[in-house]
């Protein structure tokens, strides 16, 4: 889940960039070329729809700014390498779970 949140912020960080390039991108589109009604219309629904998007990666991107800087921090790294620590113990008592097996310590197997 840490992990996946760093990711998350990283990959909207540079969506939230890369959507203001492809806004002036647009808006020079309809500065630039001669457009008619039409065409002008189809570029304001695609600034529209490309603001929108950039508006859900910024709020996300700050959802998660605070768990991401206490993750980069001295207290969140150490929390972190305690949490796998305590994982990887969880997941080899698991392991050794799946191939136990009981060994009569009384009974004989036969009088069962």
């Given at each position: 889940m840490m992990e996946e949140a760093a990711k998350d912020y990283a990959w909207n960080f540079e969506e939230v960039g890369r959507m203001d390039k492809l806004?002036?991108?647009?808006?020079h589109k309809l500065e630039l070329d001669n457009l008619n009604y039409k065409e002008r219309a189809k570029i304001a629904t695609q600034i529209t729809k490309c603001r929108?998007?950039?508006?859900?990666?910024?709020?996300?991107v700050e959802v998660l700014?605070?768990?991401?800087?206490?993750?980069e921090s001295d207290r969140g790294r150490n929390l972190y390498n305690l949490v796998r620590e305590a994982l990887g113990k969880t997941r080899k008592v698991e392991e050794r779970m799946e191939t136990r097996v009981y060994r009569p310590r009384v009974l004989k197997e036969e009088s069962v």
């Open positions: 806004t002036q991108d647009y808006l929108q998007a950039r508006r859900a990666c910024k709020d996300t700014k605070p768990l991401v800087e206490f993750l």
